[in-house]
């Protein structure tokens, strides 16, 4: 019986991942699950997967978490400390599904017991990718990738040789605005940024598929994952989403990983590894699909994939810089006060501010230099939206 702890368990990835242990229960030993303010869902997840210990991350909530396990005999923790110790309780295989830099303490804390992590938070890489891969090597722990886009990459180099690759290709839908006239996007409003053409998604994440920003965000976890120069890792436009991603070889080949797009393929492929298991997923019928369509992302339409670029160029804590800009400038497109081309000029400024007074290269990468990197960015950040309203 496995050992397992699921953090950010009331997320979409987190309910995936119950989804397919829940077929299956009794190969399975729940540790730990954690969540962010969803009580209900934390508490009935719990039951039902007979959790050793639920936590949940706002400290006011742990008396609403008690009366919700009242009798079940599961230990009921909250606060981010919590969080933290959850991750670092004994288990086999830990899924680290926590949004934000908020996952990176607890992905630490996983890794140091030596375990095997399914990593679906992007920033933990983003932000630390350098201490991340580090702390998992001197541990002895296996990092599985959880994003779509990098277990399709992982699957594709099994067996194959890291010298062997000339380049990996992302696949990204293109947004809400791909088919839109340039000059419209000055005029975009959240609501028309949050309807995405193929799925539905939180608000947020479906903002960024606009912007591109979370595929800008995927080339940088690519560079940190498989340790790729940036010159070789590039995005193409995929309105079908069905191939995740592909890689080419020294000899010209090239291998593209299809699925329908459903997350449980990347998480059963990180629950099950080394071996490949049944899944409820959806199989394609490539006759009824009768086509697959790509395209060169325009560098107008999408400036965060050159922000990556530089940000992958520039190393050291820009990657923490990025990330932070990014998540300001789409709190303040959200709220209004910047227009959608607005959220690439306040990362831009950010970057190249930052970039030039050397903070980004002046301190080995820890968790207090990320954060304190992380808490600049966003201030300079406000402070370029701002600019951009005058």
Same mark, same amino acid.
């Given at each position: 019986?496995?050992?397992?702890?699921?953090?950010?368990?009331?997320?979409?990835?987190?309910?995936?991942?119950?989804?397919?242990?829940?077929?299956?229960?009794?190969?399975?030993?729940?540790?730990?699950?954690?969540?962010?303010?969803?009580?209900?869902?934390?508490?009935?997840?719990?039951?039902?997967?007979?959790?050793?210990?639920?936590?949940?991350?706002?400290?006011?909530?742990?008396?609403?978490?008690?009366?919700?396990?009242?009798?079940?005999?599961?230990?009921?923790?909250?606060?981010?400390?919590?969080?933290?110790?959850?991750?670092?309780?004994?288990?086999?295989?830990?899924?680290?599904?926590?949004?934000?830099?908020?996952?990176?303490?607890?992905?630490?804390?996983?890794?140091?017991?030596?375990?095997?992590?399914?990593?679906?938070?992007?920033?933990?890489?983003?932000?630390?990718?350098?201490?991340?891969?580090?702390?998992?090597?001197?541990?002895?722990?296996?990092?599985?990738?959880?994003?779509?886009?990098?277990?399709?990459?992982?699957?594709?180099?099994?067996?194959?040789?890291?010298? !062997?690759?000339?380049?990996?290709?992302?696949?990204?839908?293109?947004?809400?605005?791909?088919?839109?006239?340039?000059?419209?996007?000055?005029?975009?409003?959240?609501?028309?940024?949050?309807?995405?053409?193929?799925?539905?998604?939180?608000?947020?994440?479906?903002?960024?598929?606009?912007?591109?920003?979370?595929?800008?965000?995927?080339?940088?976890?690519?560079?940190?994952?498989?340790?790729?120069?940036?010159?070789?890792?590039?995005?193409?436009?995929?309105?079908?989403?069905?191939?995740?991603?592909?890689?080419?070889?020294?000899?010209?080949?090239?291998?593209?990983?299809?699925?329908?797009?459903?997350?449980?393929?990347?998480?059963?492929?990180?629950?099950?590894?080394?071996?490949?298991?049944?899944?409820?997923?959806?199989?394609?019928?490539?006759?009824?699909?009768?086509?697959?369509?790509?395209?060169?992302?325009?560098?107008?339409?999408?400036?965060?994939?050159?922000? !990556?670029?530089?940000?992958?160029?520039?190393?050291?804590?820009?990657?923490?810089?990025?990330?932070?800009?990014?998540?300001?400038?789409?709190?303040?497109?959200?709220?209004?006060?910047?227009?959608?081309?607005?959220?690439?000029?306040?990362?831009?400024?950010?970057?190249?501010?930052?970039?030039?007074?050397?903070?980004?290269?002046?301190?080995?990468?820890?968790?207090?230099?990320?954060?304190?990197?992380?808490?600049?960015?966003?201030?300079?950040?406000?402070?370029?939206?701002?600019?951009?309203?005058?």
């Amino acid at each position: 019986m496995r050992r397992v702890t699921i953090l950010g368990a009331t997320g979409s990835i987190g309910q995936s991942t119950i989804d397919l242990i829940a077929r299956e229960p009794a190969l399975y030993d729940v540790v730990a699950l954690t969540g962010g303010r969803n009580v209900a869902r934390l508490a009935e997840d719990a039951r039902r997967l007979r959790a050793d210990v639920a936590v949940i991350a706002e400290p006011d909530l742990l008396d609403d978490l008690r009366a919700a396990l009242d009798g079940s005999g599961i230990e009921a923790q909250a606060g981010t400390a919590a969080v933290i110790e959850a991750a670092a309780r004994p288990a086999d295989w830990i899924m680290s599904a926590i949004v934000g830099f908020a996952g990176l303490a607890p992905s630490l804390a996983a890794l140091d017991q030596g375990t095997t992590l399914a990593l679906a938070n992007k920033e933990t890489l983003v932000c630390a990718g350098p201490l991340v891969m580090a702390r998992a090597r001197r541990a002895g722990a296996r990092v599985l990738p959880v994003d779509s886009e990098h277990s399709a990459i992982f699957q594709a180099l099994r067996g194959e040789e890291a010298s !062997a690759v000339e380049k990996v290709i992302l696949t990204a839908s293109g947004g809400a605005f791909r088919d839109w006239p340039l000059e419209r996007l000055k005029d975009a409003t959240p609501e028309e940024a949050a309807t995405h053409p193929n799925w539905d998604m939180g608000q947020r994440i479906t903002v960024d598929s606009a912007s591109m920003f979370n595929k800008a965000m995927e080339l940088i976890e690519t560079r940190e994952f498989f340790g790729i120069e940036p010159a070789r890792i590039e995005a193409v436009i995929h309105p079908q989403s069905l191939v995740h991603a592909l890689v080419q070889f020294a000899d010209g080949a090239l291998m593209a990983h299809l699925g329908a797009p459903d997350m449980r393929h990347a998480i059963g492929h990180a629950l099950h590894w080394p071996e490949r298991r049944d899944l409820p997923v959806d199989r394609l019928d490539l006759a009824a699909v009768g086509r697959l369509d790509f395209a060169a992302p325009d560098p107008a339409r999408y400036p965060a994939l050159a922000l !990556a670029a530089e940000t992958m160029q520039i190393g050291g804590h820009a990657g923490a810089a990025f990330n932070a800009a990014k998540e300001r400038a789409l709190d303040h497109f959200l709220a209004r006060r910047i227009p959608f081309p607005g959220m690439a000029e306040v990362v831009a400024r950010v970057i190249d501010r930052m970039s030039s007074q050397g903070g980004l290269h002046s301190a080995a990468i820890t968790v207090e230099s990320v954060a304190g990197i992380d808490a600049d960015a966003r201030a300079r950040a406000d402070e370029a939206a701002a600019a951009l309203t005058r």
